[in-house]
């Protein structure tokens, strides 16, 4: 049996309780801070392998990783766990970083940068082209180029020359000077020497703006034509060198009129029938052949005493709708003028809407001005039919999903810069995380379109494919 404790003995037994409780908390302590060290060398671990992996695009070898010098601030390259040294490191006392060592160094500091990274929405649209600059004078010293091409490519690369029609018409006008002009070699046959001719000036064209649909077409075409030379038996009799080009310019201006003037002819003939009295016609930015239409529509009817008013829907930066504008109220129609934040405002009380396109896909996607998707989208919700007026040799038998593939990007300081009203524009430099982003192009998904008008007549989207069969546009 136990003896209870005198009351000499309590003090030494609270003293005991004590520093169990002391050593119980030492103990505790020890284990967090051993298990945190434990975690902190792990996530080291991770950083130092994520910095090597990331090194090898660079290079480096991903068996080394950077560990601190024993003195100052320098980095000096170990081999990992491996136990062999580091390939392509440094030897002793040679002077500079080793490749393999910047490499590392600079995957490190990025894995272990406090900093914000960059805008990753940037990276979805850096395979799309910019705006180059013609580079007019190279051009013309390269010796490759004829004077006309330089021109065209001047004004298509500044905006002066805008439209996929206009772009066409100027492209097959500047090859009609460059067959002129052109003089085959002694050496060489005309056709087959004409097309290696005319190859760096159609990359020169690239380079300044891409092509787009209509203007690959016409090219394509031309090479067509070119090669059927090389089907005629006396081909490679130079005496027939001058009636060679002389068929070439005369095909080339009958694509022009066919394909271009009269296709936009009867389009706007077959558009205008859509057109009624008292009618309110809503379109979007300006697009010739809708242009056209409306002018002769509105001819037509005030000989018969009637008459309709459109509404033109615009947006920034490029302000197309503005021309456009000009041209109708010169003709005495009536027009509003809106942009497109009250597109909805205008399309509620729209009879119908006049798109114009740059191409139109085989699934019957259109490919239009940016803002088209948005004013066909409105149409539909409205329950108002939409019409788009395209040319066939702007078809395409490409399929597309959306319009990130295949766009454009404007100049960032076209959307940035506002000049009627500055103290709007953002300030100067722009934050890292943000992206200025300036498609030129959006795709209207076949739905929302209620019927294709073509110089082969009305359509729906769904009958493209049987547009492309007809009229060999691809």
Not at 223 to 240: M, Q, Y
Not at 389 to 408: G, H
Request: hydrophobic share 40%; with cysteine; aromatic share 4%.
């Amino acid at each position: 049996m136990s003896t209870p404790p005198t009351p000499a003995s309590a003090p030494a037994a609270a003293a005991a309780v004590t520093q169990k409780a002391d050593q119980q908390a030492d103990k505790a302590a020890k284990a967090a801070a051993k298990k945190a060290q434990a975690n902190a060398a792990k996530e080291a671990k991770k950083a130092k392998r994520a910095a090597a992996v990331a090194a090898r695009g660079g290079g480096a070898d991903p068996r080394t990783v950077e560990t601190p010098a024993a003195a100052g601030g320098a980095t000096t390259s170990a081999p990992a766990q491996s136990g062999r040294p580091a390939a392509g490191a440094t030897p002793a006392g040679a002077s500079g970083p080793s490749r393999h060592r910047r490499a590392i160094a600079a995957a490190a500091a990025a894995a272990s940068s406090t900093n914000a990274p960059g805008n990753p929405a940037s990276n979805f649209f850096s395979h799309l082209p910019t705006p180059n600059d013609p580079g007019t004078p190279a051009a013309f010293q390269s010796g490759k180029l004829h004077p006309t091409i330089v021109r065209l490519g001047v004004l298509i690369a500044s905006g002066t020359l805008r439209g996929a029609s206009a772009r066409t018409y100027g492209v097959l006008s500047a090859f009609q000077d460059v067959v002129r002009d052109y003089a085959c070699p002694e050496t060489a046959v005309f056709w087959k020497d004409l097309s290696t001719h005319i190859s760096p000036m159609i990359a020169y064209l690239e380079t300044c703006r891409p092509k787009g649909v209509g203007v690959g077409n016409a090219i394509r075409w031309f090479k067509s034509e070119i090669t059927k030379l090389g089907e005629n038996p006396d081909a490679e009799n130079r005496e027939n060198e001058a009636a060679q080009k002389e068929y070439l310019v005369k095909a080339i201006d009958g694509y022009i009129s066919e394909r271009i003037d009269m296709a936009g002819q009867v389009i706007a003939d077959n558009a205008k029938e859509k057109v009624r009295d008292e009618d309110t016609i809503v379109v979007f930015a300006r697009s010739s052949v809708v242009e056209r239409a409306l002018l002769e529509a509105w001819a037509e009817m005030q000989a018969r005493g009637e008459s309709f008013n459109v509404v033109v829907v615009d947006s920034r930066p490029l302000h197309e709708g503005r021309a456009l504008l000009a041209s109708l109220t010169a003709a005495g129609v009536p027009c509003t003028y809106t942009l497109l934040p009250l597109a909805s405002t205008a399309i509620a009380r729209a009879d119908l809407v006049l798109l114009g396109a740059s191409a139109l896909h085989s699934d019957g996607a259109l490919h239009s001005r940016a803002g088209t998707a948005v004013v066909a989208m409105l149409a539909k919700e409205h329950r108002v039919p939409v019409v788009a007026c395209v040319e066939t040799f702007k078809l395409s038998e490409r399929v597309t999903l959306d319009d990130l593939a295949a766009n454009e990007l404007g100049h960032p300081e076209d959307i940035l810069s506002i000049p009627n009203a500055k103290k709007l524009e953002l300030h100067k430099p722009l934050p890292d995380l943000l992206t200025p982003l300036n498609l030129l192009y959006d795709l209207t998904p076949p739905e929302n379109i209620t019927a294709v008008c073509t110089e082969l007549g009305f359509v729906p989207p769904s009958s493209v494919p049987t547009l492309l069969g007809k009229s060999g546009a691809a």
